[in-house]
């Protein structure tokens, strides 16, 4: 069953088409990656799929239900999650009341409801020790994994990364790897930007490729890297 299914969603900005009529689907329980070079349109797809920027044209359905022109509230409060390219936590506040403050407003619940989700989420992400430590003073895998907390507190059925592995070495992104596969193996459905091809590709089962705002394809990962419009346009490879 598809949980989100995207038709003829077009995005410009001024005269720039960065949304050009894409169209998928993802099913339920899957984790699809998207790759494509810089300015491609990916992050824009993002902020199309969780309402921080309005279609065009074409719609959006997640669920079977049409939430091409809901808010961002209310598409987190029907379980789009999400973390963002550039960690941006309240610097000043613990760990944990950050979290206390995606889940409280990302789920409409007191905090007395909650504070134990927090804490399993604290624990699965391995920042527990941290949660008591303003998050301005966190590493930037701590970060990272911040990120991922916050956007697993909204409790969300769909989950979107958005380059999260960036910037990591390669033992701290074999660790955020375990994390994301621990989520995904719970049943969330994950859809993942990542330039870090050898991380996207260990989670996801399939892969789609942007350019210039177009899908230009969609399928198994290998099969899908291995094409020469990808090794051309996205690896920069002539053949
Ligand atoms: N709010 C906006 N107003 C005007 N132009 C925008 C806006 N948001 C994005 N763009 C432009 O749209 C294009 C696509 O941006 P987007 O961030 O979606 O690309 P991306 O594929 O995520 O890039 P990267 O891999 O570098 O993160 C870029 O040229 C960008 O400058």
Redesign the pocket.
Known sequence: MSILSLKSVSKS??A?T?TDDASFDVLQGQALGII??????????FNLITGN?RADGGSIHFEGRDVTRASAMERCLIGIGRSF?IPQPFEKLTVYENLLVAATHGRNLSEAIVRDDCADILERTELIRRANVPAGRLSLLERKRLELARAMATQPKLLLLD?IAGGLTEGECQALIRTIKDIHARGVTIIW?E?VLHALTSVVERLLV?DFGKVIGLGDPEEIMASREVQEIYLGIEV
Request: proline letters at 5%; charged letters at 10%; a neutral charge.
């Open positions: 900005f001024g720039l960065v494509g070079p810089n300015g491609a349109g990916k992050s824009t797809l920027v390219q380059e930007i330039h942007l």
